[in-house]
């Protein structure tokens, strides 16, 4: 029987960050739209940069790689990694993983047009990180695409990347100071959806900070796509893999139940209308943003917070929904 602590396990996963330094062609705007965020612009732009860089059969008549063609089947499964980097979907599963490829820029939220940006991009796991190189290919390719600025593509020169050292999970950790207080950041909106009592999902808008289940859905995820990054598919099924996930979360569940809510100020945001092609639906797009202070024991439920403060959390967090960052003792995470 193979041996994965739920505890302690999930932590072994490296997360590596890449620094990327632009100069755009002209000022570029990204500003808000119905259903859209500069994330979603980053996203989309990366997906498409990703097809053209990594697969071989994207300009083809085979078609069946290419992305606008519905669910793409690959031509070559067993070499390929763009399933690894864009919307990977697990066969044991039978389910979609948030991407592990994150991208931010900071820069490009704000009001006015900019020149020069920064873009954070987060590898998030094995196959992500032993793939940086075809990502850093791609952010170079993203700038010859250009990204999409009041319906003209504005074109971006990448000047430089930086290539921040990978840990794992529990090598970060053992780098935080003891705190007793950690202030949590929502920068961009916080999309986590809760079930009425009749079954459909309603997105969180209250202004109090549901912190047990949200920590606890990081920790599932975070085992869940741990699992999926260690290619158990021939030692672990479905069952046994949501079983384990499962006890992660209810271990996050336990220790945040511990922290206790300082002080909030958090304000519901609502993004507009966005139609999903994958379950052919338009959603309405609703969270919070703003700032949390937790307190109480903070050590046992770090692990689950800096999980949170690196990939991000609640829905869509791979399209720019769900950024976090936590501050203690004046620094920031």
């Not at 793409?72 to 399933?83: D, G, Y």
């Not at 999970?169 to 003891?178: G, I, V, Y």
């Not at 499962?246 to 958090?266: C, G, M, N, S």
């Amino acid at each position: 029987m193979f041996n994965y602590d739920p505890a302690t396990s999930p932590f072994e996963l490296p997360v590596q960050k890449l620094i990327a330094y632009c100069i755009t062609e002209r000022p570029l705007f990204l500003p808000p739209r119905q259903g859209s965020t500069p994330g979603t612009s980053l996203a989309g732009t990366f997906g498409t940069a990703l097809w053209s860089t990594v697969c071989f059969y994207s300009n083809t008549l085979a078609g069946a790689c290419n992305a606008l063609q519905g669910k793409p089947r690959c031509q070559a499964p067993s070499t390929c990694i763009l399933p690894w980097l864009y919307k990977p979907y697990s066969e044991v599963h039978r389910r979609n993983f948030a991407r592990p490829v994150l991208l931010r820029s900071a820069d490009l939220e704000g009001a006015a047009p900019v020149d020069v940006f920064t873009l954070e991009v987060t590898l998030w796991g094995r196959h992500a990180i032993a793939a940086q190189e075809a990502v850093k290919n791609t952010l170079v390719k993203m700038g010859e695409l250009g990204l999409n600025s009041e319906g003209t593509p504005v074109r971006f020169k990448v000047n430089n990347i930086e290539s921040e050292q990978a840990f794992t999970l529990s090598q970060r950790l053992e780098r935080l100071p003891k705190v007793q207080s950690v202030l949590l950041e929502f920068q961009t909106p916080f999309l986590h959806g809760e079930k009425t009592s009749e079954g459909k999902r309603q997105f969180y808008i209250r202004e109090q900070l549901p912190i047990v289940s949200l920590l606890g859905s990081v920790a599932y995820n975070l085992a869940a796509w741990d699992m999926e990054d260690r290619d158990l598919g021939k030692k672990l099924d479905g069952k046994a893999r949501h079983d384990l996930a499962r006890d992660t979360r209810d271990i996050a569940w336990k220790v945040a139940e511990e922290l206790f809510i300082v002080r909030t100020h958090l304000s519901p945001v609502e993004v507009g209308e966005r139609f999903s092609r994958g379950n052919r639906k338009t959603m309405q797009i609703q969270g919070f943003v703003g700032l949390a202070e937790l307190a109480g024991n903070v050590g046992v439920a770090m692990p689950w917070l800096l999980t949170l403060a690196l990939a991000g959390g609640g829905q869509k967090r791979a399209m720019g929904f769900g950024s976090v960052r936590m501050w203690f003792d004046g620094s920031s995470l």
